[in-house]
């Protein structure tokens, strides 16, 4: 399994950010994928996940409005829209397989929400 998140960076409050993720070495297409964050000094936190063919998704309820996931399984890409960004959205977002936060995660990409 390899995962490789990018799409992080400096957004003032209000701003968006699309983040990605790149899977390879496991049948992307047929496995439910996550998003979730990890802020400094606390625990890791489930953002949203997403089943096979985007036909059930869920969100944490700090997302729900704000944030998308959605991916094309013909380019084995995850993504995460988020848009009305808030300060305590700072974190490194990190992918993940499978539903919830127990699969294997990527690197992570930092995003700092900062005026």
């Known amino acids: 399994v390899q995962l490789v998140e990018s799409g992080g960076g400096l957004v003032q409050p209000g701003g968006s950010l699309r983040l990605s993720c790149a899977a390879s070495?496991?049948?992307?297409?047929?496995?439910?994928m996550s998003w979730v964050r990890q802020a400094p000094g606390k625990r890791l936190e489930w953002v949203a996940s997403?089943?096979?063919?985007?036909?059930?998704?869920h969100y944490a309820t700090f997302a729900k409005g704000r944030f998308t996931i959605s991916r094309d399984e013909d380019k084995d890409i995850l993504y995460l829209q988020m848009n009305n960004l808030k300060p305590e959205d700072t974190a490194v977002y990190y992918c993940?397989?499978?539903w919830g936060i127990g699969g294997s995660r990527g690197q992570g990409t930092q995003v700092t929400v900062s005026s």
């Open positions: 993940a397989e499978g």
């Open positions: 070495g496991f049948a992307f297409r047929l496995t439910a």
């Open positions: 997403t089943s096979v063919r985007d036909t059930n998704t």
